[in-house]
């Protein structure tokens, strides 16, 4: 009985050796392959009875053959299979993406200033930035004078803003026009010392997962948040990719073949086939909190700007394989009200959760119906506090 299971060992660790011998032949030397090929057949020769001896030996000769630096190589090989699977994932199934501007606020918020994070103020900066992607914005002007910009320094964790006002110099986190956006600030423009000209914290904007592969099981629908790709859109003849960045997140709300009209800030879809029209809201029941009037949601406007394909009250048709797109914060959102439908090619997934910052719209997306209060309210200012919201 001892020696069938002697024998038992001696094949599985003979089947060892042999793929230790395969997995190392990129890096031993001719005459290393040949002296572990020795091993090998001296293993196999050898009696069953005296597997616990033989199987020591073989141990001992081929430490002395293989290099000592092969598990750096088996490290290597461990995180080059990991990172392709995390990489593999990423590209079929999660993308992490960064909503850069306000266009879906209050669903989503961009890059914004705030006036206060829920820990307040004297929080370290290092937890306002890592639990609520907060940076610290506070200008209290020392010494009167025109205020100059100096640079923009595109740093790791943020942008931030170099100036002078008078002869004291002065930094700001956020790109140029957002800095100038929440503090007021213009070149050549005179501050009085003592001013207070921000005293919050600039989001680096909500982060969040996109979830990729459902889109090819079942067909988009009116009412989702969708991430798409702004390749081939233009607005006024440009390149919406060279002024607004290559990704865009917006909520789909008619598609292909459906008829569009705005009238009185109400959004109206005809569906394909069908010959009256219908507010969004009974077509696509998650959109009826964007005519809430409430916490920052106002409805679908049809005043922004120029370019735009159709007036208030004139229809627009989808086009086949096509799909429209508007933003929640329809006054301050460039969509397909300008660029045109989006083509089906460009869809990159739909908005799955939010995973930074610990805000309250942490988690998955679209799920929170809006605060109770009304929407412009003097109270909440123009920038409202992200996390009371």
């Not at 997995?23 to 050898?46: H, M, N, R, W, Y």
């Not at 923009?152 to 957002?178: E, M, W």
């Not at 679908?300 to 370019?307: A, E, F, N, Q, R």
Request: net charge positive.
């Amino acid at each position: 009985m001892l020696n069938f299971f002697n024998k038992r060992k001696k094949r599985k660790f003979l089947s060892e050796l042999r793929a230790r011998r395969h997995a190392e032949d990129d890096l031993l030397t001719p005459a290393q392959k040949e002296e572990f090929d020795g091993v090998i057949a001296a293993f196999a020769g050898s009696d069953p009875k005296d597997f616990k001896n033989a199987a020591a030996a073989a141990l001992e000769k081929t430490g002395r053959i293989v290099p000592g630096y092969t598990w750096i190589r088996n490290l290597l090989d461990l995180l080059i299979v990991v990172g392709a699977v995390a990489f593999g994932i990423r590209g079929l199934f999660f993308q992490p993406f960064k909503i850069p501007t306000g266009s879906m606020q209050p669903t989503l918020y961009g890059i914004h200033y705030m006036e206060s994070t829920p820990l307040g103020k004297n929080l370290p900066p290092f937890l306002n930035y890592a639990l609520f992607s907060a940076r610290r914005a506070r200008l209290e002007v020392k010494e009167s004078g025109e205020t100059l910009f100096h640079s923009y320094k595109n740093g790791f964790f943020t942008d931030s803003v170099l100036f002078s006002i008078g002869n004291v110099r002065y930094s700001l986190p956020g790109a140029p026009q957002k800095v100038m956006e929440y503090s007021g600030l213009e070149e050549g423009a005179s501050c009085s010392a003592g001013e207070i000209k921000a005293d919050g914290f600039l989001s680096l904007g909500d982060h969040l997962f996109v979830e990729r592969f459902s889109i090819y099981l079942s067909p988009p629908k009116r009412g989702e948040v969708m991430i798409f790709t702004t390749d081939g859109l233009t607005v006024g003849g440009e390149p919406l990719s060279a002024s607004s960045g290559f990704y865009y997140v917006k909520r789909l709300v008619a598609l292909p073949g459906d008829t569009v009209r705005l009238k009185e800030n109400q959004l109206y879809v005809r569906p394909a086939g069908e010959k009256e029209f219908r507010k969004i809201q009974a077509l696509a029941p998650r959109t009826a909190r964007l005519y809430s009037g409430k916490g920052g949601y106002q409805g679908h406007l049809s005043t922004m700007g120029d370019y735009r394909l159709f007036g208030a009250e004139e229809d627009y048709t989808v086009p086949p394989d096509h799909y429209f797109m508007l933003g929640d914060n329809s006054n301050f959102s460039q969509d397909s009200r300008f660029f045109g439908a989006v083509p089906r090619r460009n869809l990159v997934g739909r908005s799955l959760l939010i995973f930074w910052p610990f805000s309250r719209r942490w988690g998955i997306t679209d799920r929170l119906e809006p605060l109770d209060y009304p929407t412009g309210s003097p109270v909440r200012g123009t920038f409202p506090v992200m996390y009371k919201q």
